[in-house]
């Protein structure tokens, strides 16, 4: 350590360098990738537990990094966010999705009421044009937009509460519908929850496994979806990843899931098959 006068010191960490330096490596690396359109949508199916089909999916970016890499978000969202490099791929990302859900509908007009559900980062939320940005993007696609499900989480949705309202409630104004994801994860907001235009909650997937080792983790997904009864939401699941958690959602009277048991996220092609599939049926 370097002493920079009374009491000061800094710390000479050879490995922070290390790290700042690859992180800028990264942020270029994905700029890069913005501009060469390497970003993938996959899309996971969201089933009705009750009839059991598809009535949407959420929309899943990857890095379509080299031929035989596809990196999953967890290798590139968080430098997106810390670089506002999300801004641009999130955008990229409901344009994307949009555009595909609108060919779904006029490929299988039997489901007309399919959702495609989307993640919006905090920074986005933010924006002073966010309400604008997701306008322009139903006007030039096209999409109904009671069919797009845009996803928050529970920590964007409670800081600063009254920008939070305006913003939902002008969101809802365009006709589209808003999730809370990761229910239950974040700090608890039980007491705004009611003021927010909300449609759905989505349980965390930590939950959903809880399911398999205590009545404890039973208790808590009853608990939310108790709530969300009360409060006229409708629930998703999500990590479904077997039989037995779809027997217990079931159970408890779980409208809707998303998970492993019934898919992965996949490329939009294979998403199409599963749609053709279920119409012959
Ligand atoms: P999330 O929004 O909670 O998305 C669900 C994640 O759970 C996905 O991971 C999905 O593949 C995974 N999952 C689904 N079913 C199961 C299951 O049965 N078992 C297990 N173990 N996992 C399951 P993925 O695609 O790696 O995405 C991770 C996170 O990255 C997402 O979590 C979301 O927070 C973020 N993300 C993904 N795409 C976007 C995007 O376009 N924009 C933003 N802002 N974030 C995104
Ligand atoms: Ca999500
Ligand atoms: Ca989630
Ligand atoms: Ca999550």
């Given at each position: ?118 993640n919006v980062s905090a920074l986005q939320f933010a ?23 845009l996803e928050i989480t529970e920590s964007v949705s409670m800081t600063n509460?009254?920008?939070t309202?305006?913003v939902l ?11 809370i994801d990761d229910?239950?994860?974040g ?95």
């Amino acid at each position: 350590a370097k002493s920079l006068g009374k009491g000061r010191f800094e710390l000479y960490d050879p490995g922070m360098h290390e790290l700042a330096a690859s992180r800028l490596a990264l942020e270029n690396r994905l700029r890069r990738a913005l501009h060469e359109n390497e970003f993938v949508v996959h899309y996971q199916p969201i089933i009705s537990l009750s009839e059991g089909g598809i009535v949407g999916v959420e929309a899943l970016v990857r890095w379509r990094k080299s031929e035989t890499e596809l990196v999953y978000p967890d290798g590139f969202i968080s430098v997106a966010e810390e670089t506002g490099l999300i801004l641009f791929l999130g955008m990229w990302v409901l344009r994307e999705a949009c555009s595909t859900m609108v060919r779904w509908h006029k490929e299988f007009p039997r489901t007309p009421e399919l959702t495609v559900s989307i993640n919006v980062s905090a920074l986005q939320f933010a924006q002073n044009d966010f309400v604008q940005q997701v306008s322009k993007v139903l006007r030039e696609t096209g999409i109904r937009p009671e069919t797009v499900s845009l996803e928050i989480t529970e920590s964007v949705s409670m800081t600063n509460s009254e920008h939070t309202m305006t913003v939902l409630a002008r969101l809802r104004a365009l006709g589209v519908r808003i999730s809370i994801d990761d229910f239950g994860t974040g700090y608890s907001s039980l007491a705004y929850l009611h003021r927010f235009q909300l449609d759905t909650l989505k349980i965390d997937r930590s939950f959903v496994a809880q399911l398999d080792d205590s009545k404890e983790g039973l208790h808590v997904v009853q608990s939310i979806m108790d709530l969300a009864q009360n409060l006229g939401l409708n629930v998703v699941a999500e990590g479904a990843e077997n039989a037995r958690h779809v027997a217990q959602l079931t159970a408890m009277g779980c409208e809707f899931a998303q998970g492993f048991y019934y898919s992965r996220p996949v490329e939009a092609g294979a998403l199409s098959a599963l749609l053709e599939e279920q119409g012959q049926q």
